[in-house]
């Protein structure tokens, strides 16, 4: 019953009072093929214009310079020109505005029982206050202020008591004025669905109900519309803005909602305590049974004050399962002094000065859009500088539908919905709300009047992105977080920035942010909690989900059937054919059979090693050859209820996230208990491997505390361990298990140790990050605690954490090393010095080369790694048996290959 629509719009509709009024034009046209545009990856590329582009000279040849310069200057006089011509057309709508306020105040009559015509006259002008004129709250009476309620209804039977219940509970009953759009079957209709009791007429109904004494149809201002020619709920909310005449308030709600008693003036009265004249109170309002029976006198329970909340956004399936954004309750809010400043705006209950709905109007060309009509408004209204309050207390309460029961009609149920031309529609209103929200999408839309600064397009008093950032919304990925539901603050509009002023009272009441309760809380405010659609950030893990082309198992038996990442060229496949026919049979023991690692050859240039080859080892190359005198452990099997659980934290780039990250989860990263995919810039164009975005920055170690956050904060106690690598590892799960088995304590820090002050002091000691960082659960929290700023007992730490440049890990004899800032932080912060991972002989378990490079280094080839390395081996003898990882595998290739051998 929350859906509804409209017919088509007829012309000469009267506008909205400070409606932009433009010269007369000959009489408007549906949008035309044209005007429906393919829809861009990310935001408007261009301002929509329904200018004729001028056809080219042919004259001026392709090549000529001087034809290109002569456009160029005529695109100059031409964009001037425009700028002129809108500017002189604002002016003339200005003053027309003016006019037409004024016109409409010498014929505004009131209905009242008392009226008092010397005030009432002059509170009744100052209601009518041109856009973007100055606005006096002294002006505002709660007991004199007219309020229009916009209601849709779709053969909704609950209207009539919506109606009754708003006259009934207002203190000045006399100064509301209904504007309803019903959307009700014809008879015969209505019997032929069998909706007879549903389908009342609102306002009989509610005028036999009360006694046509009582009635109050002249306050009704009713626009009935057939329901089987409906355009969905946005249109019909656009014809009821349509209906608002000169009222000073606009109230908008569902049409099946119950009142509080003398609602009216304390909505205008909450509505004051925010100071500001752009205040919209706006909330999912609380269910009916919340007030006391009779429902119908307006009594509010006791046990039932408090107020919900919306906290964020989230990814809910629109029309044809295409996912959209839409509000998420996030339960209900401590008692409120005064309305708190929020970033969600809900339709069902919606405050504030109805010029707000003249500045920001509903969108008539959103056809039958539903789920996504929220945060598309909401974006209207706070880039034109109106900001959003979740009300003090609550006045109007909704009739949610009951599960199992029936009551009114919906949309879905009807035959309009079932028509292909209602899905098209809906299908291009949804990328019309992409388009506005910057959301990827395929598809056509509708663009009419959506550019910036367009009736329907972004507002010029607030950016879309600074909505973003507001809302703590990341349109890439459609996620969002709740954190600072009740922690926001207020952005200045472009206009107050201008005048260097703000047009908040100074005697607004202010709700001062809430202070967060933990260092975790706090930590993790900001974070992108991932929707129902994804699984915290993580990918859920099925063993071989993607499918490997070749997968050799541990006796050497290689099995060509599966399939999952698609290799590129002819080339690739024949190198994974042979890789598949040169692979070495391994034993129980996970050892090559009859493996000896083969004598090295004199007379290698200086820098090089190499090996007389002979037996299994003849023919191979380096990287068979490293790779072959590895051991893979077979202690624990994926099920072994012993073996240590593992967090992989996979660095990627968005450009890689379809070869090199879908490669990683084909191949080793099938054996980590979690994995999580994290890139600058990704987007939710790949749901599959669900990847982290993270900010772009200048500074890696901000980047990497960005990484450390999100491994924390999306699953800090899901598993023992978690090992940070990138995209061009390979990792060798079964011996990272065993080497962490045999660890007496939790709170480790390991890898590849290197020395970068060659003095042995603690301070000078890192993990290389290219090798991988392996950190414990325990540390994890205990680094979580130190990086948010959070202290126990100091408040002025609880307000959020410190900008980056000054948190405590920000250290100025760092330069931009973030594996070295990384161990810094640790060791001087929390005590905690790297641990060496080298085996009795000498090995390294974390390689930063390929396998084949390390067998062939040696020590005198002029190397950074010698200058770090605490090892003392070269060659094979460098790497270890038990080997946890090598990094550089940059090909997709290579990267099967090594999962071969």
Known sequence: ???????????????????????PRAPSAPPSASQTKALPRRGLGTRNSTATRRAPDPIRGVGSVFGKVTAALEAEQARSADMARRAAQRQTETQAERAKASARWQALQLDHSDARTASDAKTAKAQVAPAGG?????????????????????????????????????????????????????????????????NVDCVDTYCA???????????????????????????????????????????????????????????????????????????????????????????VKKS??????????????????????????????????????????????????????????????????????????????????????????????????????????????????????????????????????????????????????????????????????????????????????????????????EANSSFISPNAVVVAPKLFGSAREQYCCDVKTASTAFVDGFVPLRRHAFGLPYVCNGHGECDGAKSGVRLEGFSSIAALELAKERCLA????????????????????????????????????????????????????FDSPKRPTVTCVVRTATYRLTNRARAVLATWGGDCDRIMFVAEGATSRDLDLNPINIPETVKQWDGVQEVLRNAHCQGSDATEWYVFLYDTNYVVL???WELLADLDTDQLYLGR???????????????????????????????????????????????????????????????????????????????????????????ERFLPFKAGE?????????????GYSESKSDGLESISRSVVSFSDVLKVEEMFKYDIW
């Open 586 to 637: 391994r034993g129980k023991d996970g050892a090559v059979i009859g493996w000896r690692d083969p004598p090295r050859k004199a007379g290698a240039p200086k820098g090089e090693v190499a090996y007389a080859q002979s037996g299994p080892s003849e023919g191979l190359s380096m990287d068979e050859l490293a790779l072959s005198r590895v051991v893979v452990s077979q202690r624990f099997q």
């Open 734 to 736: 079964p011996n990272l």
């Open 134 to 198: 100055a606005f006096d709250l002294s002006t505002v009476d709660p007991d004199r202020s007219s309020i229009f309620v916009s209601l849709a209804t779709f053969i909704d039977p609950e209207c009539p008591t919506t109606l009754e219940s708003l006259f009934a509970n207002a203190a000045n009953p006399e100064r509301l004025r209904v504007g309803l759009v019903q959307q009700n079957l014809k008879p015969a209709d209505a019997r032929k669905y069998e909706a007879v009791v549903e």
């Open 304 to 497: 039932e004050t408090r107020v919900p909340l919306i906290c964020r956004y989230d990814v809910l399936p629109g029309g044809g399962g295409v996912p959209v954004v839409a509000n998420v309750a996030g339960g209900y809010g401590p008692p409120l002094a005064a309305p708190m400043l929020a970033a969600n705006w809900a339709a069902g209950q919606s405050f504030g000065l109805a010029q707000a709905e003249r500045d920001a109007p509903y969108d008539k060309y959103a056809e039958f859009l539903f789920q996504g009509e929220e945060p598309y408004r909401a974006a209207q209204y706070w880039t034109r500088g109106y900001d959003f309050y979740t009300p003090d207390e609550n006045l109007v309460f909704h009739h949610y539908r009951p599960a199992g029961r029936k009551y009114g009609v919906r949309l879905s149920n009807t035959p309009v919905w079932g028509r292909a031309s209602t899905q098209q529609k809906l299908h291009r209103s949804l990328n019309r709300v992409f388009v506005m929200l910057g959301l990827p999408s395929d598809g056509a839309a509708e663009l009419h009047e959506m550019a910036p600064g367009d009736r329907y397009g972004v507002g010029d008093e607030r950016t879309l992105e600074q909505y973003f950032e507001f809302a703590q919304y990341e349109p890439a990925t459609m996620r969002a977080s709740g954190c600072q539901c009740s922690r926001r603050t207020r952005v200045p509009t472009r206009s107050e920035l």
């Open 753 to 843: 140790r290197m020395n970068r002050g060659g003095r042995g002091s603690d301070d000078d000691l890192f993990i290389n990050a290219a090798a991988g960082i392996v950190l414990s659960r325990t540390l994890m929290h205990q680094l979580a605690d130190e990086l948010s700023g959070w202290r126990k007992g100091d408040p002025t730490t609880h307000g959020g954490q410190p900008p980056p440049g000054s948190r405590s890990c920000d250290f100025s004899d760092v330069r931009d090393s973030a594996d070295v800032s990384l161990a810094r932080c640790l060791t001087r912060r929390l005590d905690i010095a790297p641990m060496s991972t080298t085996d009795k002989d000498g090995g």
């Open 1 to 23: 019953t929350d859906e509804a629509g409209i017919g088509d719009d007829v012309e000469g509709d009267p506008p909205l009072l400070g409606e932009p009024q433009l010269p």
């Open 209 to 299: 109900s009360v006694g046509q004494d009582a009635c109050r149809r002249s306050q009704i201002r009713l626009d009935r519309q057939d329901a089987l020619e409906t355009r969905g709920v946005t249109v019909a909310r656009y014809d009821a803005q349509q209906l608002l005449a000169d009222e000073r308030f606009y109230l908008q709600v569902d049409s099946h909602t119950y009142f509080a008693r003398h609602w009216d003036t304390r909505f205008i009265a909450s509505w004051l305590k925010t100071g500001n004249p752009r205040a919209i109170l706006t909330t999912y309002p609380r269910s009916f049974d919340a007030l006391e029976k009779p429902y119908m006198n307006g009594t």
């Open 854 to 866: 390390h067998a062939s280094m040696g020590r005198d080839d002029g190397s950074w790694i010698w």
